[in-house]
């Protein structure tokens, strides 16, 4: 009963280092996405993938490359990590390519850029 | 182009009082609302979410929220607060976007509640 699982849970980078960021989901849902989360500004999305294959910018890009490997997995890479990344990461799934369905989020990801 | 306003960052409540947090959205097509909820270091979760079935829905936990299409509203309410509801609260909109529904977050209640 995993649902969507995130790691790492915690990381520390240092300016222009590179690091993925990983997201597994067993509950064979379509769509999956990428948010960060930053205070005061709510959840504002990074990349979403409607299926298996397929993947699209959100709000916030730039930065940022994803992959979604097959229906479970869809990752986050920074190439060059910038201090201005420093925020918490939420991976989440929906079930019926986003129509009305709820968003399954998994437990975050805290990256801090020095 | 879709949006959602979350009106007061923090609340703050005493314990059995009454909780109302406050969300207006701007859609240009029926939407679907939702409300998640944030405990510590946490993901979210959803409370509840409308989508057209019934202008009132309930959730989880005893709470609840009333969509009002003619003042765009979808306001959360409690009618006794608990200091297990401390957490904190957003408002999301499900927008169709070039061709594929996204979700739009409001920028979050934080709750608390004062024994």
């Known amino acids: 009963n995993a649902g969507v699982t995130q790691t790492p849970k915690f990381q520390v980078l240092k300016t222009g280092q590179s690091m993925t960021l990983q997201c597994a989901q067993d509950m064979n849902h379509n769509s999956m996405y990428w948010y960060r989360q930053d205070p005061g500004m709510g959840l504002r999305l990074i990349y979403y993938?409607?299926?298996?294959?397929?993947?699209d910018k959100g709000e916030v890009p730039n930065g940022y490359n994803v992959s979604r490997l097959n229906k479970r997995e869809f990752s986050l890479r920074l190439e060059s990590a910038a201090p201005s990344q420093t925020s918490v990461y939420f991976c989440?799934?929906?079930?019926?390519?986003?129509?009305?369905?709820?968003?399954?989020f998994g437990e975050g990801s805290r990256l801090t850029v020095l | 182009a879709q949006s959602v306003t979350q009106l007061g960052s923090h609340v703050s409540v005493s314990e059995g009082a009454l909780v109302l947090l406050r969300c207006n959205y701007s859609?240009?097509?029926?939407?679907?609302l939702f409300w998640y909820v944030q405990y510590p270091n946490q993901g979210l979760q959803l409370l509840l979410k409308?989508?057209?079935?019934?202008?009132l829905v309930k959730g989880i936990n005893g709470f609840e929220a009333e969509f009002k299409k003619s003042e765009t509203s979808f306001h959360l309410t409690k009618p006794s607060a608990h200091m297990s509801d401390a957490a904190e609260y957003f408002c999301a909109v499900s927008a169709l976007r070039s061709g594929t529904y996204k979700y739009i977050f409001g920028t979050g209640t934080r709750l608390k509640v004062l024994a």
């Open positions: 859609s240009s097509v029926p939407p679907y």
């Open positions: 409308y989508t057209s079935a019934a202008t």
């Open positions: 989440a799934s929906s079930g019926d390519r986003g129509q009305s369905g709820e968003l399954f």
């Open positions: 993938s409607a299926s298996e294959g397929t993947t």
